[in-house]
C-alpha cells in the first residue's frame, strides 16, 4: 500500500498536483475492526472511513447491496416527495410529469 501512495504523489508531482487529505478516505475491506491502514501522504493523513459516498453511492465497510439500495431508495423518495405538488398539478400536462420523473427522480 505504501509504495502506491509513493507512486500517486510521483504522479501529482510531476502534473504539478497536490493530494488533499481533507478530501481523502481510506475505506478498508475484510479487515478486522481493530486494524487501522494509516495512510499518510506528504500533506498529511488520510483518515480511516467507516463509508464513503461515491458519485452519490454510499459504500460502506459491509459491501451490503441491500444497505446501498435502501439509501437510493429513500433518496428517490424525498425527490418524489418534494415534487408531489408538481405532480399532483392539474394543471401539468402529463408529458411534463413523465419529464419530471424521468429527468428528476429516477436518476437519483
Known amino acids: 500500500l505504501r509504495k502506491a501512495v ?3 504523489e510521483l504522479w501529482a508531482s510531476k ?3 497536490e ?3 481533507a478530501k481523502c478516505g481510506v475505506l478498508s475491506f475484510g479487515t478486522s475492526a481493530e486494524v487501522k491502514v494509516g495512510v499518510v501522504t506528504q500533506q498529511g493523513p488520510i483518515p480511516d472511513l ?3 459516498t461515491y458519485l452519490g453511492v454510499e ?3 459491509a459491501l451490503s447491496r ?3 439500495a435502501e439509501r437510493r431508495r429513500k433518496k428517490g423518495l424525498e425527490c418524489l416527495f418534494m415534487l408531489e405538488k408538481k405532480l399532483r398539478s392539474p394543471s401539468l ?3 411534463h410529469k413523465t419529464l419530471l420523473i424521468r429527468g ?3 436518476p437519483t
Do not use: D, L, R
Request: glycine share 4%; no cysteine; proline share 8%.
Open 6 to 8: 509513493v507512486q500517486v
Open 15 to 17: 502534473w504539478e498536483m
Open 19 to 21: 493530494i488533499n487529505p
Open 50 to 52: 467507516e463509508s464513503y
Open 59 to 61: 459504500i460502506t465497510k
Open 66 to 68: 441491500m444497505a446501498m
Open 93 to 95: 400536462p402529463i408529458g
Open 104 to 106: 428528476i427522480v429516477m
